[in-house]
């Protein structure tokens, strides 16, 4: 189990340009959930992916907002035309599919949109 | 609907407990409970299941009322290497997202 990896670790960017952002989960884990967290708040569902397939996303999450999980493995969260609001630790957490599984948390990246 | 955490914030002296309460306003399926150090990734602490379940962890123990759907983390003689942010998470399901509280900053001093 060498827990779940992402990169990069910090992220600096101007707004209006893109990032991406990569997270490897723990590899017999199918289920991969991002989620945002701000200064003094919990963690904000995103999405999440079961395998390959994007089972559900936050209707609060803004179309400049994509991820992927193109094989079930590793995946990516992009976001197009950065905003100052935008700012924020990404986390990525990936669990087991059965119910009451508990989540693994990466360590995060943390975004500064300047 | 994003569960309610009590207190915000406590201080507490090596020795001493403490209780954080996460109340919804929803019927839950489970609560998970997490501990937050500053700068690192939440970290699994237990799951309860609806059915008032009452878990051990070392000192740090939890229930659940179904009733009132609220869980209560206990924390006993508590160490410094308990200080961190806790937050719980609620699911409706046993397959929904969870959905995490704001938070309850714990500071252990000696």
């Known amino acids: 189990d060498t827990g779940v990896s992402q990169n990069p670790r910090h992220k600096i960017t101007k707004r209006g340009q893109n990032v991406t952002f990569r997270c490897d989960p723990i590899?017999?884990?199918?289920?991969l959930y991002w989620y945002r967290q701000t200064l003094g708040q919990g963690p904000e569902f995103l999405t999440y992916f079961q395998n390959e397939a994007q089972l559900e996303k936050s209707r609060l999450l803004s179309d400049r907002f994509s991820a992927e999980r193109p094989k079930g493995s590793f995946s990516t969260l992009e976001i197009q035309r950065t905003e100052q609001g935008d700012s924020a630790m990404y986390l990525c957490a990936s669990s087991l599919r059965r119910e009451n599984s508990p989540l693994h948390f990466g360590n995060g990246t943390r975004l500064t949109v300047t | 609907q994003q569960p309610v955490q009590s207190p915000q914030a406590v201080i507490l002296r090596e020795g001493e407990d403490a209780v954080i309460n996460c109340s919804s306003s929803k019927a839950l399926y489970s609560v998970h409970w997490y501990r937050q150090k500053h700068g690192e990734a939440p970290v699994f602490l237990m799951i309860?299941?609806?059915?008032?379940e009452q878990k051990g962890h070392d000192k740090i123990s939890a229930s659940f009322n179904e009733k009132k759907q609220q869980s209560s983390l206990y924390l006993t003689a508590s160490q410094l290497s308990y200080s961190g942010t806790y937050f719980c998470?609620?699911?409706?399901?046993?397959?929904?997202?969870?959905?995490f509280g704001k938070g309850t900053r714990l500071s252990v001093i000696a």
């Open positions: 309860l299941l609806k059915g008032g």
């Open positions: 590899s017999e884990h199918n289920r």
């Open positions: 998470g609620t699911e409706v399901t046993g397959n929904t997202p969870l959905v």
